[in-house]
């Protein structure tokens, strides 16, 4: 039973996660006047690309990327999809963190071994803006975890069967959504990838079968970002209303990335470090001091 929900999961974050992104990017499209690609345009580009022979820039870069997709996997699988759970017990907040930096680290491997100066300036973009909105995620987290007296997703989703977390703590709901859209690397927050100015960062040297992986890499990366963020945030889930609080999140986060200019990677880090990351101290504040909805 554990192998069949695990691969529920993946199937789960596979299929949703590809056609949530093509129903984003067609939904940018229109607030943009355009008409955009079909919602299923995603499927295709990752069939495609994983169809053809890519070029290697040696092992560390092979390595790098296949370390990065095989993180975000495995923490996938630990991470509750409302009541699909594939590891009773053991979803807990620090493994996910712990497994989702493996994925991080094998992407920066991987593209700094490219030897393109662009990629090695995209992941030390991305290295600093983890530091940027890490730092305030974790502390409303840490409030979370303290109010609820557990660090299992599933019992921080079970403990709000009265009401919601964003409704008890919503200066801290606001701080990890902010945080979310860092994660995401939606705008204002994706200078990483930064096209005009860096040819798309980590990305320049992938082609084919490496952009292919990299694509289901991004695809299963997104789902356990808002996925956390729906499973502490908003309320008991099951199944079906977990996937539809999900796309809800998606399309709040992508109207604000098609509207919003790119910061620089200075601004990105003194903004998380001054709005998002003060807020979180007032949050945790309020809850050592019990003054909680």
Known sequence: MTILKVIAVLLTGFFVGLTLEGIARKIMARVQRRYGPPWYQNFIDVFKALSKRGISHGWIFDFGILMALGGVIATLAFVPLGDLVAFPGLDNIFIIVYLFAVGALGMAMGM????????????ARALTQMLGYELPYLISIAGVLYYYKTSSVSGLMMAQQDTWTLFKMPIGGIVAFVSLLGMLGKKPFDTPIAPAEIASGPMV???????????LMHTFS???????????????????????????VWIIATLIS??????????????YWKVPLSLAFVQVLFVLLGWVF
């Open 258 to 271: 098609s509207v919003l200019p790119r910061f620089r990677i200075e601004q990105v880090v003194k903004f």
């Open 222 to 248: 997104i789902f356990v970002e808002i996925g956390l963020f729906v499973d502490i945030f908003l309320g008991v889930s099951n199944y079906f209303t977990f996937l539809l609080k999900f796309t809800i």
């Open 205 to 215: 040297e992938l082609s084919a079968k490496y952009m292919g992986l990299l694509m």
């Open 112 to 123: 700094v071994g490219s030897g393109n100066p662009n990629a090695s300036i995209g992941v």
